[in-house]
Each structure stands twice: as structure tokens, then as C-alpha cells.
Antibody, heavy 120, light 106 residues
Framework: QVQVVQSGAELKKPGSSVQVSCKVS????????INWVRQAPGQGLQWLGR????????HYPQRFQGRVTVSADKSTTTAYMELNSLTSEDTAVYYC??????????????WGQGTLVAVS | ETVMTQSPATLSVSPGERATLSCRAS??????LAWYQHKPGQGPRLLIH???TRATGIPARFSGSGSGIEFTLTIGSLQSEDFAVYYC????????FGQGTKVEIK
């Protein structure tokens, strides 16, 4: 059984950075594609990027290119998302979302519980 | 970027009734469409992928249809645990999500 557990809530100042972690247990970590998705208050879901732990390959949508860094540590089966130059518009719940097989299309089988990042 | 538009924003339904949710893409996404159920305090739950394939363990009352730009999620007979927000997501190119439809108790 796959479990995805994220780090706790963060309160950050504008202009600072935040790192959110995502511990994955169960299954084969190297098979996953690990994605990050956020939901701002009253908004829908927004994809921030992904990492393939097996290769370290990352992909980002243009709007977040250069401001988001996603990574994965195979030794601890933990993924990370770092977001820089925070503004109040980055206040959101951030989710780690797993694709069960990295070569498969981008729909997400397993999700973490979410991490609230508040910027104020 | 492919923009996904869901309607209605809110759907009021009585338990036992059928619910029909719509999702429209700004350009064709083929059958590369997923649906998720989202409850407060939890991560979203995958219901449907490939526009019409139920994910593992999803009850048969959930069904998806459509292709190209128009998609539908139907919940056959609403149970108490089905009241939640539902999102569609395209994965024909970089993933994008709709704004969600809240299914509430009438």
C-alpha cells in the first residue's frame, strides 16, 4: 500500500523561499513520477512541475520555470518542492501527487494530505 | 495551455439522485482526461482516467464519457460520501485542471 506523507504547515515572509517534503512508502520509488500541485484559496488546482526519481529528470510549466525546483532523494524515498521569491499569491495548499509508473500518462494515482503554505 | 472549464460551479442534489458534471477543454485532448474527487483536509482521489476508465476500487456508480473537448462525469445514485468537489484534468499536454464542481446536499 502506497503512503504519501507531506511535511507540516509553513508561515513565510514575502520574498523568502519554502521547501515542502513528501515521504513515499510502499511500492517502488524508482517507478514513480512525482508531481506537485497547489490550490490557492477559492481557486482550482494548478500543476507546478514533476520529477522522475529514477533519472532525476524534471519538467516545469513555463509560468513556474525558474521559481520552482523539484527533486527526489532515492535513498530516503522523499521528494522535495522548493518555491522561491514568495508573494501573497503563493499562499496555497501544496500537494504531492504520484503517477504510479513514470512512463505512463500524467494522471495521478496517489496524493499526499497537503501542506499549507501561508505568505504574510 | 489547455484551459479546462467545468460546469456548473455548484450542483445541489438529493441523496439517491443522479448527478451529471460537465468539463470542456479549450482544444481537443482526445481521451486524455481524468476526474478526481476532493474532500476537505485530504488529497484528491482519482476516479476516472482515459475519460471513461474507472480507477482501482472506484464504485460502478461513477462513470465518465466524452472525447475531444466535451466530457461528462455521472454519479448514478448519490451516496452521502459522494458530496465533495470534483475536478477534471487533461493530460494531453502539460497537466491542467478545471476549477471544480461542488456537489452539495439539496
Amino acid at each position: 500500500q502506497v503512503q504519501v506523507v507531506q511535511s507540516g504547515a509553513e508561515l513565510k515572509k514575502p520574498g523568502s523561499s519554502v521547501q515542502v517534503s513528501c515521504k513515499v512508502s510502499g511500492g517502488t520509488f524508482n517507478d514513480y513520477g512525482i508531481n506537485w500541485v497547489r490550490q490557492a484559496p477559492g481557486q482550482g488546482l494548478q500543476w507546478l512541475g514533476r520529477v522522475i526519481p529514477l533519472s532525476g529528470t524534471t519538467h516545469y510549466p513555463q509560468r513556474f520555470q525558474g521559481r520552482v525546483t523539484v527533486s527526489a532523494d532515492k535513498s530516503t524515498t522523499t521528494a522535495y518542492m522548493e518555491l522561491n521569491s514568495l508573494t501573497s499569491e503563493d499562499t496555497a495548499v501544496y500537494y504531492c501527487a504520484l503517477k504510479a509508473l513514470y512512463w505512463r500518462p500524467d494522471y495521478f494515482d496517489y496524493w499526499g494530505q497537503g501542506t499549507l503554505v501561508a505568505v504574510s | 495551455e489547455t484551459v479546462m472549464t467545468q460546469s456548473p460551479a455548484t450542483l445541489s442534489v438529493s441523496p439517491g439522485e443522479r448527478a451529471t458534471l460537465s468539463c470542456r477543454a479549450s482544444q481537443s485532448v482526445g481521451s486524455n482526461l481524468a476526474w478526481y474527487q476532493h474532500k476537505p483536509g485530504q488529497g484528491p482521489r482519482l476516479l476516472i482516467h482515459g475519460a471513461s476508465t474507472r480507477a482501482t476500487g472506484i464504485p460502478a456508480r461513477f462513470s465518465g464519457s466524452g472525447s475531444g473537448i466535451e466530457f461528462t462525469l455521472t454519479i448514478g445514485s448519490l451516496q452521502s460520501e459522494d458530496f465533495a468537489v470534483y475536478y477534471c484534468q487533461q493530460y494531453n499536454n502539460w497537466p491542467t485542471f478545471g476549477q471544480g464542481t461542488k456537489v452539495e446536499i439539496k
